[in-house]
């Protein structure tokens, strides 16, 4: 007979929020992407390969997460995190970076062994 072993995270796997300035720019722009029924749209982060490291982070909206996909909850704030991705995300902090020039969502991932130059792409 065999036996299944059922392997649950004890710790989420991303900061959902991470910083304030990213929980406040989650909460601004939920507001702005709710469904044709009004129900809530999440915000999905995963991996995808791609760029001179071979990593790159996606942002996707989608109304509710796949089977095996993780909920992360932060201050108000619900993320969803691929299943693919979870393993490379293990441990990540999301933030927001606002400049004269770009605002964009920052993670700070302790796995990321590399990163190319411009920075758009990450080795784990």
């Known amino acids: 007979m065999r036996a299944s072993l059922l392997l649950r995270m004890s710790k989420a796997a991303v900061s959902a929020g991470g910083t304030p ?14 469904t044709e029924d009004g129900k809530p749209r999440y915000l999905k982060i995963g991996i995808q390969g791609k ?8 942002l996707n ?6 089977k095996f996909d993780e909920r ?3 201050d108000g704030v619900t ?3 691929d299943s693919k991705a ?15 020039l770009a605002s964009q969502f920052v993670f700070n991932n302790p ?8 920075g758009e792409s990450f080795l784990v």
């Open 21 to 34: 300035k990213a929980v406040e720019r989650l909460k601004e722009l939920s507001k702005k992407m709710p």
């Open 51 to 58: 760029g001179c490291s071979g990593n790159a982070y996606t």
């Open 61 to 66: 909206w989608v109304e509710s997460p796949k």
């Open 72 to 74: 992360v909850e932060q």
């Open 79 to 81: 993320v969803i995190i």
């Open 86 to 100: 979870l393993i490379t995300l293990l441990g990540t902090e999301m933030d927001y970076f606002e400049g004269k």
């Open 111 to 118: 796995n990321v062994k590399g990163a190319c130059g411009c």
